[in-house]
């Protein structure tokens, strides 16, 4: 049975490529020989949460994440229910901001989030722009990525990422984005999975995991894949330059503003 895989609001939460995390995922899963499919689907849509292996928000304007907000209220529950069945979300950019308690906006009035998560967000006038360079548990490897947003989150838990060079959640804080049960987010995009394709067989990992009710390690997502053709060995191996020459540079960089 072939993967889904849902874009939601593919159209609107589509800024900084995010549209390549998907179809990363969607690579990684024909390299273990299994074949997929990505769903984009968008306002007044209800989709049935449950029956994907992963669900996708990628980045928006601040304008276009209230819209989206506003729209996923009824499906609250919905998502509540995927969530607790352990169907992996991935939200990049503010995405994941819309899962919080609250968020206030820049002229002190508040909007109640989806309050799926104990957190809140500071929406301000000023914009944090910056490279990363970050660790996570759900690999060995580093991650790369760029950071653009106009926020600040308050209160979580338990972070993505653990930041090495760049910003926290907020000033003065090393944790970034937020871990929580089956829910991922980060302000990472690029986006984060092309620019860190160990990072994708890890998500690749859990929703193979997940369909064989196991649990392997994240640097096994490739174990037992059938060869690669000629063309995509090559494209892997692209990869994985791409991402050796982002992080050589970035070391460099972070190492002579010192």
């Known amino acids: 049975m072939e993967y889904r895989i849902l874009h939601w609001y593919h159209d609107l939460l589509n800024l900084y490529g995010d549209y390549g995390n998907p179809a990363a995922l969607v690579r990684g899963l024909a390299r273990r020989g299994q074949p997929a499919v990505i769903d984009r689907l968008s306002f007044h849509d209800a989709p049935v949460l449950s029956s994907y292996d992963l669900v996708f928000l990628?980045?928006?304007?601040?304008?276009?994440?209230?819209?989206?907000?506003?729209?996923?209220?009824?499906?609250?529950?919905?998502?509540?229910?995927?969530?607790?069945?352990g169907v992996p979300f991935l939200a990049t950019g503010n995405a994941f901001e819309l899962f919080g308690r609250e968020l206030i906006l820049p002229d002190g009035s508040r909007r109640e989030g989806l309050a799926l998560f104990d957190f809140s967000v500071e929406l301000t006038d000023r914009r944090t722009l910056c490279d990363q360079i970050c660790r996570t548990a759900l690999c060995e490897q580093p991650c790369v990525g760029f950071l653009n947003r106009a926020s600040r989150i308050l209160g979580v838990a338990s972070p993505l990422f653990t930041v090495l060079h760049g910003v926290g959640n907020t000033e003065g804080e090393k944790g970034e984005g937020i871990r929580e049960g089956s829910f991922y987010g980060t302000h990472l995009t690029g986006p984060c999975l092309i620019k860190n394709p160990h990072l994708a067989d890890c998500f690749v990992a859990?929703?193979?995991?997940?369909r064989e009710q196991a649990c392997p390690p994240p640097e096994d997502a490739l174990s037992g894949a059938?060869?690669?053709?000629?063309?995509?060995?090559?494209?892997?191996?692209?990869?994985?330059?791409?991402?050796?020459?982002?992080?050589?540079?970035l070391t460099r960089r972070f190492a002579d503003e010192k």
């Open 58 to 85: 990628g980045s928006g304007t601040e304008r276009g994440a209230l819209a989206v907000l506003e729209d996923l209220r009824p499906q609250r529950e919905h998502i509540r229910d995927a969530l607790a069945q």
């Open 206 to 210: 859990l929703m193979t995991a997940r």
């Open 226 to 249: 059938p060869p690669l053709p000629e063309d995509d060995a090559l494209l892997r191996e692209y990869e994985r330059r791409a991402y050796s020459v982002t992080l050589e540079a």
